[in-house]
């Protein structure tokens, strides 16, 4: 109306007094007769508005209607995930302020390896949650609006109307894409956006999955070692046959989810890779259940490790005796280096304590009996220069180098700043949902 087409503020206003008058019964039976679901819609609204019957639709074509509104379904999809994601970080970011001096075994191969901090590797965690933060926003971002673009992309049809004004129908396609709340729209499109537009946004998605399942594996297998639990009900039940069994249901549920999460994005893939020329119809069916599912499976991914989050149980106790267990064989070095200061020859000390070294292994290995290493240590004469030595040798804190350090830095710098746009959104605890 605002670029001269014939249309009467009486039209305008009873096409606002009907816009949540839906008969609904109506649109199904429209739609049966139809078969086609944007039409009966169509027919269902200009039966409740007689007035501007004439008008509805005009030089519309049906991905006018459902694509435009995907584009801001999948927008407003993003700004619900994406505070739910800031939470977890949240919620992360304070366990690992909490726990970023307390050494914990470090595994690489699942084996063990230099001590780490329960905080440290807490973050390796939160830097693959802050990346995906930022591959929502960027992909919540990039969205443009197909806007006014006709049945082919073209535009033909509102040239027509418009009569050949080239000026007014790209006036039309700003004033549209302004009115939905998007800053830009694509200049080409077929009947369709490019179906490419939804790879980029399951891809983010499958990537977020990806990085809870490792989470919560983690998770698990520290479960499995004792260390660290998930939260546990008073009257949870483990196992219905072993009643002291606690799993990690919660991770388990996460990981089950994740992988259906990470695999959702193979349907895009194949969608946009089959579109013939300017669209065909075979891309609808799949997209109305890949899409829907992929923000639904994020979301009560995020709940469910947001609830893990708050309530992750540390057992100091189990963390210290495992790096009991270990520490000795890992001093080993640390111990040479203080014989060779204390006036020991290096290569006879490295031996010593290699000999030393195997006897204990054997005693694990072979009895099932605990790293008695430095007991031996004690017991040779050979050390006895740096007997008065050996704890300071073994303070656990002394083989984290600067992790401590490297917590405090990560989340000043990288992670408490990335959660300032949701402040205020952080809402409280979370409940598990059964």
């Known amino acids: 109306q605002s670029l001269g087409l014939p249309i009467t503020d009486e039209q305008i206003q009873e096409m606002e007094a009907n816009l949540d ?12 007769k139809l078969r086609h679901d944007v039409m009966a819609h169509v027919h269902t609204f200009a039966h409740c508005c007689p ?10 074509t049906s991905c006018y209607v459902g694509d435009n509104t995907d584009l801001i379904v999948l927008r407003d999809g993003f700004n619900l995930l994406l505070p739910k994601l800031a939470r977890v970080i949240s919620r992360l970011a304070d366990f690992a302020e ?47 609006f197909r806007g006014v673009k006709g049945t082919t992309g073209t535009q033909a049809s509102f040239l027509q109307l418009f009569e050949g004004d ?6 039309l396609d700003r004033l549209v894409t302004a009115k939905a709340g998007f800053k830009r729209a694509y200049i080409v499109t077929g009947q369709t956006y490019s179906r ?19 989470i919560c594996t983690d ?19 483990g196992s219905s046959a072993m009643p002291y069994k606690r ?5 388990e549920r996460c990981c089950s989810l994740a992988r259906h999460l990470m695999t959702l994005v193979l349907d895009p893939l194949q969608t946009a890779s089959v579109q013939w020329f300017e669209r065909t119809l075979d891309d609808s069916a799949n997209r109305r259940v890949c899409l829907a599912e992929a923000f639904l499976t994020a979301d009560i991914i995020l709940s469910t490790l947001q609830n893990i989050s708050e309530g992750l149980v540390v057992y100091p106790k189990v963390i210290a005796r495992r790096i009991r267990q270990e520490l000795p064989f890992m ?35 072979q009895e099932g009996g605990d790293n008695d290493l430095i007991d031996r240590v004690r017991a040779d004469p050979y050390f006895s220069p740096i007997h008065g030595h050996l704890e300071s040798l073994l303070d656990p804190s002394s083989f984290t180098g600067r992790a401590p350090q490297q917590v405090a830095k990560f989340l000043k710098e990288e992670v408490r700043p990335a959660l300032v746009p949701y402040q205020g959104k952080m809402g409280g605890k979370i409940e598990l949902a059964l």
């Open 331 to 365: 001093a080993t070095e640390n111990i040479i280096m203080a014989m060779v200061k204390a006036g020991g020859n290096r290569q006879d000390c490295h031996e010593k304590i290699r000999v030393l070294s195997q006897q204990a292994a054997a005693v694990v290995k």
């Open 196 to 214: 490419k537009v939804d790879i980029e946004v399951m891809s983010v998605l499958a990537s977020l999955g990806a990085s809870i399942h490792k």
């Open 219 to 237: 998770i698990r297998l520290l479960a499995n070692l004792k260390e660290i639990e998930e939260p546990f009900e008073k009257d949870q039940i």
């Open 247 to 251: 799993n990690p249901m919660r991770s």
């Open 166 to 171: 080239h000026t007014k129908v790209e006036e």
């Open 51 to 60: 007035k501007a019957a004439a008008i509805i639709h005009l030089g519309a």
């Open 98 to 144: 909490k726990y970023a001096e307390l050494p914990t075994l470090g595994f690489t191969h699942y084996q063990p390896a230099q001590l780490t901090t329960v905080g440290k590797r807490c973050c390796l965690w939160i830097q693959d949650l802050c990346m995906d933060l930022q591959k929502l926003e960027r992909a919540r971002d990039d969205l443009r």
């Open 21 to 32: 008058n839906i008969d609904f019964k109506m649109a199904a039976e429209e739609e049966k």
